[in-house]
């Protein structure tokens, strides 16, 4: 190597920001580097670390049990014992706001996740493949999207959850999963078709990469975000669907406690006593806030563009 | 010839379109020496973009052959032709699209030994790559770096060492340095003269812009509508074009300097280039030709050497003019 | 309305005997999360009816940023026009009311831009488009403004002008875009055009047409053209004078032919050996080395000292003087006398 390897070397200086370097990294690492020092991040994580307690061991946070209620301390104030006051009857509204973690966040977190995955198969394959396949499942989307959503949920959470003995928790799951993945499918799909007309995807064709290493190195990474927004968003929705599928007597049953069910116990009488409708509200909103933190987080930490 | 490296045999690539087809290339003949550029120049909607999309197999071609070092690449699948693509590389034009943003440059530079294991030198990956950086001119310490902390013109280097990392012989490049500041530019095309020099690689160097061309390429190839109207050595195109469509395009470049004014050989050519997909009938460049005759729309020029063109020359009534000469 | 013609000659302080457009220390910065970026750093212009001004420059040298400014179409935030003045027939246009402000820009000073497709509306045919704009500012009826955009078609070599009034934009290719574009600018017979690269989106042969149609129009209507443009060969053919930018300032200006003959500033001179040419094939071309600064952190003393091969220890520590080395010839370089081997 004569003088052009010195000449070139001269003639372009280093980029002009960056941290020093050292060993390789990845991106999920330098993603972790960045979220450590992100207080967005820390707060939604603490949060969902505690509503994950909640669900999982909630005789950690109180010890009175939600299914306990005295018709006598009806819609009796706050006190040492509960924290936030009793309901119309006469159940500890703290005890039941924490035992109706479970099946609020089990209800929310799975049927996203069935959504999601749903969303992103159909709209990574329709997006990826194009075609009549895309065609195909694009109506596909447009079918499930033209079901009204009330009407479908009601006639298909009352069939799946025709078991007596069920508490109809895996029946509302199935039912908001099913219903609710057209939009991420739908944002996958184009997130997916604007990045594989990329150049840089064009770039690795070249090289000879097959379709796995296209899309699980170059398209997925870059049609992720917008998808991991839907995500979120639809996490609260399910939350608060499964409050409305209840509500509507096809939901949760037997001697459940959601955080649905008692917010929508609690309307009719909200003029009286406040608290039974506000505080499951007030855990309902932090969680999907939350949630909401923290998939713009880890969505941001993963775009070296914002670093 | 025996040191010909790349040669195309009738290259035809068609779209589908609503009516009929976009005949983006339609019958291109070349041929790549070890160690020369060949220049291919045109306008937009010539197919030059397409004709290099077929050289490096990213489209099927519609008819033709695509012989690299003698093997016809159109007729190749799956590992075999991993194993070709290994021979024939290509530079993009955007530099800021063409790197993936979630890859740091390490993983962009890297990439093509994660695809051909058997590619990586002995000396290891991570050594490879470093290596590359410094010959493309970059700070090997960079490799943790994103795409976007670097500049136009550091980029399109990383794309050149991408472009590099399986040794390849050939390499395609589609108007590298057009999306680049005019400083860089000279930056990126020494480089890619030098890289020529030190390893021995062979371009095919696709651009609009003539004065670049005329600087790097050996030979040259001038298209339009999906043909190759007049081919030469660069002094045979630029010194002695004999095809109408040559002698406008150079007689159409701005050349930085004022004293050239009204003292250059200026020919205004009317309209635009026809679409692709309804081209003339003849000759195609027959609309916007001043010297077109009725037998123009009957009788297709063939790219060949004639009476009056030295070179090949897809004109019937080819004759040397001398476009850059000054009054 | 004709009240608008009316009041643009009313200007406070207009004065026909003033410099058409003249432009004073004018400064811009950019606001925004990841500092102050200065795209402007005290640029002075000036120009002349029927005079070619070519302003010329990499990207990021501020030169459409100016533009935007004279025409008063930045975006603020997060932009900021922080000092200066942009003096039209004596009236600073910065300190205009924005009504008047508006009326300059269509009536007096008109603009056209690189990307013709973004800038026409989609929905609306060009006809609809041009008709318009003399119908708000000329209160012209429907049939009279109707018949003026055929006119202006056919003045800016549409074929078939009559037809095509009634298309859309994306029906016309790409130069016949750019021409109905330089239609609508010069609708309302403006004294100064700026074309922002007006052709770098287009091909060679139909770059050579529009050049040509754009000193043909300005010949005939004695209007005064800003040219900006990174090609310094198209300039080399249309302009009378040239402004060279770089990182935000005008580091020399000068008559075309005494700039590419000698030119006067490191940077200029640097440039121009950087082209590639087309009517010789030339050595390894000579490199300028390194970037272009980073707006938000630009280097002491003139900005080019990194990169500059003149470059001594002055260049870093002081910015240079706008040096007058001939009647029309400015130039801002410590070692113009070596520049210009003198």
Known sequence: MSDFTAVSTAEAPGPRAGRPDSGPRSLAGDAWRDLRTSKVFWIAAVLVVVVLLMAAWPSLFTSADPRDCVLARKNAGGSGGALFGYDFQGCDVYAKTVYGARDSILVGVSATLIAGLLGLVVGLLAGYLGGWIDALLSRLVDVVLAIPFILGAIVLAKRLSSDPESNGVLAVIVTLGVLGWTTAARVMRSAVISAKNQDYVTAARMLGAGPARLMVRHILPNAISPFVVVLTVLLGINIAGEATLSYLGVGLKGDAVSWGLAIAEAGPYARTVAAPLVWPSVFLAATVLAFIMLGDAIRDAFDPKLR | ????????????????????????????????????????????????????????????????????????????????????????????????????????????????????????????KARAVQELLDIVGLNPDHLNRYPHQFSGGQRQRIGIARALALRPEIIVCDEPVSALDVSIQAQVINLLEGLQRELGLSYVFIAHDLSVVRHISDRVAVMYLGKIVETGDHAAIYEQPTHPYTQALLSAVPVPDPRLRGRRDHIMLEGEVPSPADPPSGCRFRTRCWKAQPACADHEPLLEIRQRSPHPSACHFAEIRDVMRRF | MTDITARLDALPGLDPRAPLLQVNDLHVEFRTRDGVARAVNGVDLWLNPGETLAVVGESGCGKSVTAQAIMGILDTPPAHVTGGEVLYRGVDLLRLPETDRRGVRANRIAMIFQDALSALNPVYTVGFQLAELFRVHRGTSRREA?????????????????????????????????????????????????????????????????????????????????????????????????????????????????????????????????????????????????????????????????????????????????????????????????????
């Open chain 2, 1 to 124: 010839m025996s040191d010909v490296v790349l040669e195309t045999r009738g290259l035809v690539k068609h779209f589908p379109a609503r009516r009929g087809a976009v005949r983006a290339v339609d019958g291109v003949d070349l041929h790549l020496r070890r160690g020369e550029t060949l220049g291919v120049v045109g306008e937009s909607g010539c197919g030059k973009s397409t004709l290099a999309r077929l050289l490096v197999a990213l489209e099927k071609p519609t008819r033709g052959e695509i012989r690299v070092r003698g093997e016809d690449l159109t007729r190749l699948k799956g590992a075999a032709l991993r194993r070709a693509r290994r021979n024939i590389q290509m530079v993009l034009q955007d530099p800021y699209t063409s790197l993936n943003p979630r890859m740091t440059v390490g993983a962009i530079i890297g990439e093509p030994y994660d695809i051909h294991p058997d590619a990586v030198p002995r000396t290891g």
């Open chain 3, 146 to 342: 109707k018949r003026r955009a055929v006119e202006l078609l056919d003045q800016v070599r549409i074929p078939d002008a009559r037809r095509r009034v009634d298309d859309y934009p994306h029906q016309f290719s790409g130069g016949m875009r750019q021409r109905v574009m330089i239609a609508m600018a010069l609708a309302l017979d403006p004294e100064v055009l700026i074309a922002d690269e007006p052709t770098t989106a287009l091909d060679v042969t139909v770059q050579a047409q529009i050049m040509s149609l754009l000193a043909e129009l300005q010949r005939q209507r004695d209007m005064g053209l800003i040219l900006i443009t990174h090609d310094m060969g198209v300039v080399a053919d249309v302009a009378d004078r040239i402004a060279v930018m770089y990182a935000g300032k005008v580091v020399e200006e000068a008559p075309v032919h005494d700039l590419y003959a000698h030119p006067g500033h490191a940077y200029t001179k640097a440039l121009l050996e950087s082209i590639p040419r087309l009517d010789f094939k030339g050595q390894p071309l000579s490199v300028i080395r390194g970037l272009p600064p980073a707006l938000t952190d630009l280097p002491s003393g003139c900005a080019f000292h990194p990169r500059c091969a003149y470059a001594r220890e002055i260049c870093r520590l002081e910015p240079p003087p706008a040096y007058r080395i001939a009647p029309q010839r400015i130039t801002s370089c410590h070692f113009v006398r070596e520049v210009l081997g003198v």
